[in-house]
């Protein structure tokens, strides 16, 4: 399966939230190695997704300059997981 991540919202200060994303996604590559997670962000999130390249053939970066654009990219994956709970776009 192909999850869209939506990291528009991580920052190094995100708290308890981005400490959940951290882990979440350091550890499924583990546990779910099938899976192919596709990491929508922008420039803010690059020092962390380039920390998760331990795993390359599972990660994939898709590098945008809006949320919005994330409609264009629909192909991309099968599910889109909002992890910081802003549910665009809709």
């Not at 981005?18 to 550890?27: C, D, F, K, Q, S």
Request: with cysteine; net charge negative.
């Amino acid at each position: 399966m192909k999850i869209g991540v939506n990291l528009f919202f991580w920052h190094p200060h995100c708290g308890g939230v981005g400490n959940y994303v951290a882990t979440l996604l350091r550890e499924w590559p583990h546990l779910f190695p099938e899976d192919q997670l596709v990491l929508a962000r922008t420039d803010g999130a690059a020092a962390f997704v380039n920390a998760l390249r331990a795993a390359p053939n599972v990660y994939r970066d898709l590098r945008l300059e809006s949320l919005e654009q994330i409609v264009d990219h629909l192909d991309a994956f099968d599910v889109w997981f909002n992890p910081f709970g802003h549910y665009s776009p809709r």
